[in-house]
């Protein structure tokens, strides 16, 4: 390595300064904030506030509705990035296919991204809404009884089609540039050495897309444990029931609208450990198993 | 062990035509190389052999089979290609086993057969290694060890060794020939670089512009060029090539007014016709002034150590140079002298002017 060397000493630490202060302000502070909040009991109105210690944390855990959060939160985050990540393979690899109109297919594919969540939410509602929904009329007709309003498991297929829909677009993005970095030689030695397309896939593209595929999925949990907020705000808001309340829903719904503000901020501490631990884990156990060319 | 039969293979990419219509013959255990200067299609008729582009018209043969339709792993073809196309996320082993694993061989074969092939290719010792740890003349060795491994009727080489370096590519050359003497497997190898095609090849097919100009052994390549693009192409410093026409008494030619050579014991067609003169730098000779056929005026010298190299005048003021001379390095020559030479009779080639096909 290379060591780099400044004319003077308080230099270095003058252009660290603006990322330091940003993430000093954006992130520590804010987390400190929600540490303080989760050991303290305060009523709605912010009168009286008392220090409780970890009685927060210990209700929380107790609480059966945040247990049923947990396997809310697992059952969408898996499926949202499982199935973004996996028909976005899937596209870029026929993307790769087609040889006119590459690059405007591939526009067209990318467009999803800048629709907003909660738009990109309404928009899967209306398509899907029990009683005017364009594309809930043949399902029914199928003899599907198809109500996401009342039926909780239908309604967490919806949230994670519509999650899953706007992220297709970003991992895509990726996988697109990664396929592209494959040297098509390589695809051809294969060939010579009598791999079939599916083998040449499963052995030679899969593995060298190996770092692409697990950056994506430590971008798409962190997506789907978070940025989905706005999905499931405007498509279900957690119902029905609790059947689509995830983490960070509960810890708004909560926070923002019950006022229990000390739960909250233990809900919200316990998910930045999840996240944390989480990430970690990923780099542990999978990056090891992958290959950077 | 197969033969390689191409019969009038073209190929077109839309309108544009690329290859116009080759057909080569290569007989067991023959050792071809294509030869031309980027962009002749040297490389996509390779590829045509090996599946990898689709064939426009005519057919290709391999071992009697029509392999037209064929896909690449259908066609029993090896390949070694010019940036090795090792696969980086697998050790050399893997690498050479990969072949072998598609076609579903046993274990104790494909561990047999590698540990061969990287006996003779002494990659004994880096079978557990990545490619990116290898060096430049390794991973070349460990894309001959993929193609080896798999004993098929032909192996390919697409510019094999233009990754390398002089010394490195010196040897490999070497290694590669005596290794396709030692295995016998019919191979066809792409090269722009003359060196190569003329050290490695049984026969030459000289390409130009989607054609084979000319398909013979290295010397009768170099000896009698068929055309004025294989004189060119074959043999360095090229060929020196100059308009000139038959003398009045048919007798000799003239290259320009007051400067003739005789050639008495060639038929000479029509006296007066024009066509193209030839003859190589390493074929004229500096001699005395009575004997000369012409007395030239240096304008430029290149050293090479063993050989030198004098770009020569017909006359002193004439811009450029007309003929490039090879001669022996511990001879003096500079810039301005005037050298008397001698063309060996035996080494002259004549070509149209029209067709800029060898005459005779």
Partial sequence: MNRATFPHKLLPYLLLAPQLAVTLIFFYWPAGQALKQSLLREDPFGLKTQFVGLANFKRVLADPAYVNSIKVTVVFSLATA????????????????????????????????AVAPAIAGMLWLFMFNPS????????????????????????????????????????????????????????????????????????????????ITFFLLVINTVYALFDTFGIIH???????????????????????????????????????????????????YIERRVHYG | MATIALKDVRKNYGRNKVIHGVSLDVADHEFIVIVGPSGCGKSTLLRMVAGLEEITSGTVEIGGRVVNKLEPRERDIAM????????????????????????????????????NAAKMLELGSLLDRKPRALSGGQRQRVAMGRALVRDPAAFLFDEPLSNLDAKLRVQMRLEIKALQRNVGTTSLYVTHDQVEAMTLADRLVVMNEGKAEQIDTPMKVYSKPASVFVAGF???????????????????IAIRSGVTIDLPEMNLP??????????RPEHISVTSEERADMILTVAAVETLGADTLAHCRMAANDKGSDFVLRVPG??????????????????VHFFDVKTRNRLF
């Fill in chain 1, 82 to 113: 499982f199935i973004s990540m996996a028909i976005a393979l899937l596209l870029a690899v026929q993307a790769e296919k087609i040889i006119r109109g590459k690059t405007l297919y591939r526009t067209l594919l990318i467009w999803p991204y």
């Fill in chain 1, 132 to 211: 005017f929904g364009t594309l809930a009329y043949p399902l029914r007709s199928m003899g599907i009884n198809w109500d996401p309003l009342l039926n909780g498991p239908q309604a967490m297929i919806l949230i994670v089609a519509a999650a899953a829909w706007k992220q297709i677009s970003y991992n895509f993005l990726f996988f697109v540039a990664g396929l592209q970095a494959i040297p098509q030689t390589l695809i051809e030695a294969a060939a010579i050495d009598g791999a079939r397309a599916a083998r040449r896939f499963r052995t030679i593209v899969f593995p060298l897309l190996a770092p």
């Fill in chain 1, 234 to 284: 405007a498509v279900t808001a957690g119902g029905p029931g609790k059947s689509t309340e995830t983490l960070v829903y509960k810890v708004y719904n909560d926070g923002f609208v019950n006022l229990i503000l000390g739960d909250s901020a233990a809900q919200s501490v316990i998910l930045m450990a999840i996240v944390i631990a989480l990430t970690a884990l990923q780099f542990r």
């Fill in chain 2, 80 to 115: 070694v290609f010019q940036n090795y196309a090792l696969y980086p996320h697998m050790s050399v082993f893997d690498n050479m086993a990969y072949g072998l694993r598609n076609a579903r061989r046993s274990k104790s074969e494909i561990a047999l057969r590698v540990a």
């Fill in chain 2, 234 to 252: 074959i043999g360095s410093p090229a060929m020196n090539i100059l308009e000139a026409h038959v003398g009045v008494d048919a007798r000799g």
């Fill in chain 2, 270 to 279: 029509n006296a007066g016709m024009p066509l193209l003169f030839g003859i």
């Fill in chain 2, 330 to 347: 511990m001879m003096p020559v500079y810039a301005g002298q005037r050298l008397p030479v001698m063309f060996d009779r035996k080494a």
